[in-house]
């Protein structure tokens, strides 16, 4: 039976082999590692990986294409919101010899931010992520500081992972064709993430972005000073003129003194 795409869970399935074959190439994924599919819908990508790696397991929550999936003896099947999966407790995978994982999707386009904020917290777990996402947001993800696209996502995203845009698509790419261009981006987590108290970076990039268009003395002055912070900070410049290491830098200095 064809399945019908679903606006709300903001299906756009991918249906172009070409560029199906390019992100399998992008993601060069071997025999025996251990991968998750986040979205899997149709299964474009699902079914090149699991003839590469030998099984698969993928995180689907439309119950229909869940039912479907479930045929494929290779895969194991999570019915599930991602946004509700603790990627640190998924037990019955075992990942590359330090224990993380391979992810990988087609993140439904509403939700990919969030999706990106939940992940951060099991970085430590994941190996690498190939996520096709909407090419504003990638765009934005990559940015280089004192950039339009440069913003909080770019330094709460930076501060964790090496990203890279690898493989731009079009909206031909799927059925049907949504109403954006999209990108493919990799991201690797950093081994090492300089910053102790992890907690208090979102909040503190948060209110320097939060009027972008304002000087800082206005934003992240207001609440630096709400936390008593004795330190100095050239707060004579916009949010995204700040380099992603300076925030780290700030983060840490702050944390200290809250010690």
Not at 48 to 73: F, M, N, S, Y
Not at 116 to 123: E, Q
Not at 148 to 161: C, E, H, N, P
């Amino acid at each position: 039976m064809q399945h019908i795409p679903r606006k709300r869970f903001g299906q756009h399935f991918l249906s172009d082999g070409g560029v199906i074959d390019a992100i399998v190439q992008a993601i060069a994924p071997l025999a025996g590692q251990t991968m998750v599919e986040i979205g899997p819908g149709l299964g474009a990508l699902t079914q090149p990986l699991v003839e590469r790696l030998g099984a698969l397991t993928v995180i689907e929550l439309d119950r229909d294409l869940a039912a479907r999936l479930r045929t494929h003896a290779q895969l194991q099947v999570i019915e599930s919101d991602v946004l509700r999966v603790d990627f640190s407790a998924l037990g019955h995978i075992r990942g590359d010899s330090q224990g993380r994982l391979r992810l990988v999707g087609n993140l439904p386009y509403n939700i990919s931010t969030p999706i990106l904020f939940h992940l951060l917290d099991f970085a430590a777990h994941i190996q690498d992520q190939h996520f096709m996402l909407q090419k504003e947001v990638v765009d934005r993800m990559v940015a280089a500081p004192d950039t339009a696209d440069f913003g909080r996502l770019s330094v709460m995203l930076q501060w964790r992972y090496q990203m890279e845009n690898v493989l731009a698509v079009g909206p031909q790419s799927f059925t049907p064709p949504p109403r954006v261009d999209s990108a493919v981006v990799r991201m690797q987590p950093l081994k090492e993430t300089a910053l102790q108290d992890a907690l208090l970076l979102g909040p503190l990039v948060q209110a320097a972005f939060s009027q972008r268009r304002k000087l800082l003395r206005h934003t992240l002055g207001v609440f630096l000073e709400k936390h008593n912070f004795a330190g100095d900070f050239d707060l004579q410049r916009r949010a995204q003129e700040v380099p992603v290491a300076q925030y780290i830098a700030l983060t840490q200095a702050l944390a200290l003194q809250m010690s």
